[in-house]
């Protein structure tokens, strides 16, 4: 059984800093890009940074893109999304996802959500920045 735990969220001044952490058990680790989204209520989730398989591919929302920065340590298992100079706008629920398809070539087809109900989820962590 796949779990995906995050920490780190919480309440932050604008312009201030947060990292996120998620921890995947129960698949291999190596073999599947991660990524982290966000959802705002009666907003669409959106994939806001990912990393391929191999982590030697990221691929970020344009808006937070020279402000967060998402990295895997494949020996913990762990995927972090440090996040920078954050604004209001970024105020959201953030879940982290592993894939469920090995070696995708594509990380922005995986970072599109557009398969996303066959991702393994965490249960999501809230990020609040406040003006």
């Known amino acids: 059984q796949v779990q995906v735990v995050e920490s780190g969220g919480g309440l932050v001044q604008a312009g201030g800093s947060l990292r996120l952490s998620c921890v995947v058990s129960?698949?291999?680790?190596?073999?599947?890009?991660m990524g982290w989204f966000r959802q705002i209520p009666g907003k669409e989730r959106e994939g806001v940074a990912c990393?391929?398989?191999?982590?030697?591919?990221?691929h970020y929302l344009d808006s937070v893109k020279g402000r967060f920065t998402i990295s895997k340590l494949n020996r913990k298992k762990t995927v972090y999304l440090e996040m920078n100079s954050l604004q209001p706008d970024d105020t959201a629920t953030y879940s982290c996802a592993a894939d469920s398809t090995p070696q995708r070539v594509w990380l922005i087809e995986f970072c599109s959500g557009s398969n996303q109900h066959s991702y393994y989820w965490g249960q999501g962590t809230q990020v609040t920045v406040s003006s």
């Open positions: 990393i391929s398989w191999s982590g030697g591919s990221e």
């Open positions: 129960g698949l291999n680790f190596d073999d599947y890009a």
